[in-house]
C-alpha cells in the first residue's frame, strides 16, 4: 500500500513562513504529478499548486508569487515553501500524489493526512 506523511504545518504570525512537505512510501513502481491542496473552515477542498514528472508547476491564483512548490524524485517527495502568509491563507493542507503501482488498478491517486496551517497575529 501507499502512505503519504506530512510534516511543516503551525502557527504564523502574518507575513511569516513554513515549509511543508509530503513524503510518499509503500508499494511504488513510480511518482507522476505531485500537488498540494487546501480545505478552510465550511469550504470546499481547492488545488493549490501542482508539479509534473517534468518540473512543470501550476498555482491558484491566490498564491502565485508567495508560494513554491517543488520535488525531490529521489526521496519521493514533494515540497511547498509558503512565504508572505496571509490569514486567508489559514486552512488545512493535504498533499496529493499519482503513484504507479505493480498491481491492479496499476495508477492510484494518494491523500495525506493534512496539516493544519494557522496564520494570525
Known amino acids: 500500500q501507499v502512505q503519504l506523511v506530512e510534516s511543516g504545518g503551525g502557527l504564523v504570525q502574518p507575513g511569516g513562513s513554513l515549509r511543508l512537505s509530503c513524503a510518499a512510501s509503500?508499494?511504488?513502481?513510480?511518482?507522476?504529478?505531485m500537488g498540494w491542496y487546501c480545505q478552510a473552515p465550511g469550504e470546499q477542498r481547492k488545488l493549490v499548486a501542482a508539479?509534473?514528472?517534468?518540473?512543470?508547476?501550476n498555482y491558484a491564483d491566490s498564491v502565485k508569487g508567495r508560494f513554491t512548490i517543488s520535488r525531490d524524485n529521489a526521496k519521493n517527495t514533494v515540497y511547498l515553501q509558503m512565504n508572505s502568509l496571509k490569514p486567508e491563507d489559514t486552512a488545512v493542507y493535504y498533499c496529493?500524489?499519482?503513484?504507479?503501482?505493480?498491481?491492479?488498478?496499476?495508477?492510484?491517486?494518494?491523500w495525506g493526512q493534512g496539516t493544519l496551517v494557522t496564520v494570525s497575529s
Open positions: 496529493n500524489v499519482g503513484v504507479v503501482v505493480s498491481s491492479t488498478p496499476n495508477y492510484l491517486n494518494a
Open positions: 508539479i509534473s514528472t517534468g518540473g512543470t508547476t
Open positions: 509503500g508499494s511504488i513502481a513510480s511518482i507522476r504529478t
